[in-house]
């Protein structure tokens, strides 16, 4: 069975005769005689009827033609999505975001894509770094919104607008709580809670850049793979983590009855920069449709500072 079988047996179904329904396929009267010849030899059934005076189709050929039309402005629907995707006028794209991005980028990068693209197919997916990279590696993200941007040719990148500033995670009842500033210097008679780097490598290594900085080793006592799981271990031990200012906030660190408070990191404020991160090998037309949603900074084209390694 063929798809021009099928249009060519709908025309005749339509024009009830075969002159007209030939004319209008711009074939021969015998060409479509022998299509559909070939669509009822494959079906193993009369579709239509026919005599010097009229054309009729048969029950079978009532019952196929309801079929048929399906069968066909399906086809018709997916040749269409398949154009437009392939121009970027539709299709789908996986999102991977953290907190300041879903404050200061997805807002406004979202209601442009819905304005200039309602025909794409957005997913958010939030994670922390490291996963949001797997994930731009394995396929399952298109584009990652992320602290830090990787050191390898796998991926480009772009700067975005906002700088994060961390800050220390301590319990209430540490001495440090009640502090509006510690200098970074002083985490050197503290004992720390840290996550592995491959969560979140630019915070990490914006940790213990400071840390150098300042001539002082952190004392990693404990490991926490989250935010969350910070908050929860320096509210019953004596222990310094991190988090990001956004993240403390989301928290509520800064309200009456919190079990863990955020204090104010300086000398130096460890920072962070957000950038919008991709495979440099993307074929997905949609990724560069939402990055022209996206406010960056003039100067960031594409980011040619050092790289912070993977």
């Known amino acids: 069975m063929e798809i021009r079988h099928l249009v060519s047996f709908i025309a005749i179904a339509e ?123 394995d396929g399952s993200l298109d584009i990652a919104l992320v602290y830090g941007h990787p050191g390898t040719a796998e991926f480009r990148y772009r700067r975005l607008l906002h700088r994060v500033p961390l800050v220390a995670v301590v319990g209430r009842r540490h001495r440090w709580a009640d502090r509006p500033v510690v200098r970074f210097a002083e985490l050197a008679s503290q004992q720390c809670v840290l996550f592995a780097r491959d969560q979140c490598p630019a915070m990490y290594d914006s940790i213990l850049r400071a840390a150098a900085d300042n001539g002082i080793s952190l004392n990693v006592a404990h490991m926490a793979d989250d935010p969350g799981a910070t908050a929860h271990m320096v509210a019953v031990r004596p222990l310094v983590g991190f988090a990001s200012l956004p993240r403390a906030i989301s928290m509520g660190m800064a309200l009456p009855g919190s079990t863990s408070a955020a204090v104010k990191l300086v000398d130096p404020i460890p920072t962070l920069d957000l950038y919008a991160v991709w495979n440099a090998e993307e074929t997905n037309p949609a990724v560069s449709l939402f990055l022209d949603c996206v406010d960056f900074p003039e100067e960031s084209d594409i980011d040619t500072a050092p790289a912070i390694p993977a």
Request: glycine content about 8%.
């Open 15 to 137: 024009e009830l005769h075969f002159g007209r329904a030939a004319q209008r396929l711009h074939l021969t009267q015998p060409s479509l005689s022998a299509q559909l010849q070939k669509l009822e030899k494959s079906l193993g059934v009369q579709l239509v009827a026919r005599n010097s005076h009229d054309v009729r189709l048969t029950a079978a050929g009532l019952e196929f033609e309801g079929q048929a039309r399906q069968i066909v402005a399906q086809l018709e629907r997916a040749a269409h999505s398949a154009r437009a995707t392939a121009a970027g006028r539709a299709g789908t794209i996986n999102i991977g975001y953290n907190l300041p991005a879903s404050r200061h980028v997805l807002p406004e990068a979202l209601a442009r894509m819905t304005e200039h693209h309602p025909d794409i197919v957005v997913s958010l997916w939030e994670k922390r770094t490291g996963p949001q990279l797997a994930g731009l590696s």
